[in-house]
């Protein structure tokens, strides 16, 4: 995402701050007006460009829990920010560092939902869902695994089905995150990717499933009428199922759903890496091969596919560069194939479709999921 200024000092803040750093003003972000705005009383305003004043506070999170950064309408239906209103289920509190983990947590999901909102995709709560008969609603439930803790073996299943998103709060533990990622061979493991790859699950179901969309779906990443259970068992048995690549990931090869998610996970980050690199207007103008790059100005939220990888490749090479000046492990230890490109493109067209409210109707029941 772009950088944001203090409204007081200027100095740049990063997307969780609550009291800026150098002035020591309270702030909170307002997602309606995309800024940060200082609080006083808890209570403040911003003017739109006609002219109309909005009147927001603190999120209910904030005031009863302190894990929330953004701001709310008072003439809302709810004391909840855009992001918080979709739990249903939070943590038990009362667990070792269960506050500390779920604030992760919590930081993570906004940085998920500032993408969304800037695709302007449907992120309907699963009230406002039933209520517009747009099956089904994103929901979240964050759960405390003491033990799984206690023994090292999950009791609770971080995943998505029928528009909840499930996540064991072990994951906001970086230790036994780091453990995971290893045990599971993968390039990388953080609580945004596993929000970005669940999400991606959320909308096959929302945009694709029960859908004539899904025929064009399956041209592209095969029929996910397989069975998942024994692509799962093949995936983990001996030998596995391999990787190659056709596939951003290991976990991609399982079946086309996890194909869709982990593909769609990865256009979240190029996208986000991508207004993060132009919001301090950062440009590669010198690069070997090349006699001239690109001058663009580049919107990632908007942009074609064509656009993303183009930009996007002498970033990633860059930052792989750069971390390995500094004694790091590649940044972003990644190919991107044509067939990966392929896979990036038809979820970029149908994000951007969405994004202008052309969603395909359901012509059949929802599969089971």
């Known amino acids: 995402m772009r950088p944001y200024a203090c409204p007081n000092c200027s100095r740049p803040l990063h997307f969780e701050v609550r009291v800026c750093p150098s002035c020591a003003f309270t702030l909170g972000y307002d997602p309606q007006s995309d800024q940060f705005l200082f609080l006083g009383d808890g209570t403040t305003h911003w003017i739109d460009s006609a002219g109309a004043q909005h009147e927001v506070v603190t999120c209910g999170n904030n005031n009863d829990y302190a894990v929330c950064n953004w701001l709310v309408p008072t003439n809302g239906a709810t004391p909840l920010c855009l992001a918080c209103r979709h739990n249903r289920t939070i943590p038990d509190l009362t667990g070792p560092t269960v506050p500390e983990r779920w604030a992760k947590i919590e930081a993570a999901k906004r940085r998920l939902f500032h993408t969304l909102l800037h ?14 008969g747009t099956q089904p609603g994103l929901t979240f439930d964050f759960l405390y695994d003491p033990e799984g803790e206690r023994t090292g073996t999950v009791q609770i299943t971080t995943g998505h089905e029928d528009g909840l998103i499930t996540l064991n709060l072990i994951e906001a533990d970086d230790v036994e995150r780091e453990r995971m990622r290893t045990r599971l061979g993968e390039p990388y493991r953080t609580i945004l990717g596993h929000f970005r790859h669940e999400v991606g699950h959320y909308y096959w179901s929302r945009l694709i499933e029960g859908t004539g969309e899904v025929e064009n779906f399956r041209k592209v990443f095969g029929d996910e009428r397989i069975s998942y259970e024994d692509a799962m068992k093949q995936h983990y048995g001996e030998g596995g199922s391999g990787w190659s690549t056709d596939f951003v990931s290991s976990y991609a090869t399982m079946h086309p759903w996890e194909d869709f998610a982990e593909t769609f996970a990865h256009l979240m980050h190029i996208i986000d890496a991508l207004a993060t690199i132009g919001g301090f207007g950062m440009r590669i103008t010198d690069w070997p091969g090349r006699e001239q790059m690109s001058q663009m100005t580049l919107d990632p939220y908007h942009a074609d596919t064509a656009q993303l990888i183009a930009e996007w490749g002498p970033f990633a090479f860059a930052e792989n560069a750069i971390n390995r000046s ?40 929802p599969l089971a999921a």
């Open 119 to 132: 695709l302007n995709l449907p992120i309907e709560t699963q009230a406002e869902a039933e209520a517009k």
């Open 326 to 365: 500094m004694g790091q492990a590649d940044l972003y230890p990644f190919h991107l194939s044509d067939v990966i490109v392929g896979k990036l493109d038809y979820i970029n067209r149908l994000l951007q479709r969405a994004g202008r409210g052309e969603i395909a109707q359901r012509v059949n029941p």
